[in-house]
């Protein structure tokens, strides 16, 4: 086994952005404009006199990470802390989400994250339940595209039984039949309560529309993949995903790098994988051309609208400067698609955008709901906005408040020590270094108009966009001036 300190320096400041940004944005004159006009310039920012300067970047703790690889290849990341509560956070990655899932069964992942607690060979769900009561702890896991995640947390003082109660659930799950048929019970329960909203279909449609027969395209749960899922296939999934040697650990607390690795031995030291690991997720081949795709929904009073395209992966280089992008064009209530949708035209409660980045490929999306009769004319709004982007400079006043936003929100959301760990799983199931939380807000702070601009002119492209709309057949008249749409 080996050990080193993974280099990271000190996150950066907790500026004061998200209270900045949304106080300038008040302070915003928005004039409707006039027909056939071209985009408005976005207005200078103009704070009321007097006010002090932003305070100055004040570091935060330097993290620390020790990494540790346990002989059967399990990869261990320590997050030691001092001071703060006596809580201990445990965070397993393993590879393989919900693009793992079989075609026909989409959304299996959602099923088999949510049984790993609900029994092992030798604890029921009860057991398993009263032993995190009597412990003050809680364990849960989720699943995203590339991945699962189980997370255990406790108190300090309980850290051991926690771990092993923490390691049980992870590497023996018995997924009792009672347990797996309440689950899809509660599951396609869920799922009609999807199914009745617009949004369901509309990102469904989408999915297929981005990445086309690409298992990132099928995500999304079905009743045929809820009723199909059974024991043997459960059983499967975890036995191909829930390996050492494709796995990794964090572990954050109050504990020192050796006493971590030896929590870690004692949990998962003679941990071994069976059978195959599962295959890797391909690159996507995704479509060529947009698409454009109306799923008629009588008598909705609303469209859903998707607008987008296939993007970059997730360790791109071009990734932060599409996050400031995208906070520009559509990623706060300071967004200029918020501006001119929302608070100008009143076309919606709401507009945004951005960039979902995986492991292996991933897409731009804008997206709002529209009444009915303005359905053609917010996505002309849309396209214009996205085509500002592209032919003029973006302002030095706004990339800097976009700045102050975009890392201040990365800050905000990464104070605490579970979101911390759980970070730094999601980035190395991503395919991030291990220095890419720490070293996030300094890459921000660095990107310039240019870089801005350019990410712009290559995904926010009009005539590279595809079209969802989810909404009364009626609209359909609205919608040729974008392109001929099919639909499904």
């Not at 990341?77 to 001092?82: D, E, H, S, T």
């Not at 199914?195 to 690409?214: C, D, I, K, T, W």
């Amino acid at each position: 086994m080996d050990k080193h300190h993974i280099p990271t320096r000190g996150l950066r400041p907790l500026a004061l952005a998200l209270g900045a940004c949304l106080f300038a944005s008040a302070t915003y004159a928005q004039q409707p404009a006039a027909a056939g006009a071209p985009p408005a310039t976005a207005p200078p920012t103009e704070l009321p006199a007097g006010l002090p300067d932003y305070g100055a970047d004040k570091p935060l703790p330097e993290l620390g990470l020790v990494e540790h690889t346990l002989d059967n290849g399990l990869t261990v990341w320590v997050l030691p802390r001092q001071g703060g509560l006596p809580r201990v956070d445990y965070v397993l990655a393993v590879r393989g989400g919900l693009a793992s899932d079989p075609a026909q069964l989409p959304g299996m992942s959602n099923l088999l994250a949510g049984l790993l607690r609900e029994g092992t060979a030798t604890r029921s769900s009860v057991q398993i339940a009263e032993e995190l009561d009597r412990l003050g702890g809680s364990i849960g896991a989720t699943a995203s595209n590339d991945g699962l995640f189980v997370s255990a947390s406790g108190l300090s003082s309980s850290a051991q039984p926690l771990a092993k109660l923490f390691a049980d659930v992870v590497r023996n799950p018995a997924f009792p039949a009672n347990e797996v048929q309440l689950a899809k019970t509660n599951a396609l329960q869920g799922l009609k309560a999807m199914q009745a909203q617009p949004s369901y279909q509309a990102n469904r449609a989408m999915g297929r529309v981005l990445f086309g027969e690409h298992p990132y395209g099928n995500t999304l749960p079905t009743e045929a993949a809820i009723n199909g899922t059974d024991i043997a296939g459960l059983q499967a999934a975890h036995a191909g995903r829930f390996r050492p040697d494709h796995a990794l650990l964090v572990i954050a607390g109050p504990v020192t790098p050796d006493a971590a690795k030896a929590l870690a031995e004692s949990m998962f030291g003679n941990w071994q994988g069976s059978g195959d690991p599962i295959a890797d997720v391909a690159a996507p081949a995704y479509p060529t051309g947009p698409q454009f795709v109306l799923v008629p929904r009588q008598n909705s009073v609303q469209s859903a609208v998707r607008i987008g395209r296939p993007a970059f992966d997730a360790d791109d280089d071009r990734a932060i400067p599409a996050a400031l992008a995208n906070t520009i064009l559509g990623g706060g209530f300071d967004s200029r698609l918020m501006r001119n949708l929302r608070e100008d035209k009143g076309y919606t409660y709401g507009a945004g955008s951005s960039f979902g980045l995986r492991a292996e490929g991933g897409s731009f999306q804008a997206q709002a709901d529209v009444r009915n009769e303005v359905t053609g004319a917010a996505i002309g709004e849309f396209l214009k906005e996205f085509e500002q982007m592209r032919a003029q400079t973006v302002p030095a006043d706004e990339l800097q408040r976009a700045k102050r936003f975009t890392a201040g929100t990365y800050l905000f959301q990464n104070q605490l020590q579970y979101a911390v760990a759980s970070a730094l799983a999601g980035n190395w199931l991503l395919g991030r270094p291990a220095n890419y939380l720490s070293t996030y807000v300094d890459k921000v702070n660095n990107v310039t108009a240019a870089q801005v601009q350019s990410v712009a002119r290559e995904f926010f492209d009009p005539k590279q966009q595809s079209i969802v709309v989810v909404g009364d057949a009626a609209v359909a008249e609205q919608l040729k001036t974008y392109g001929e749409f099919k639909q499904d």
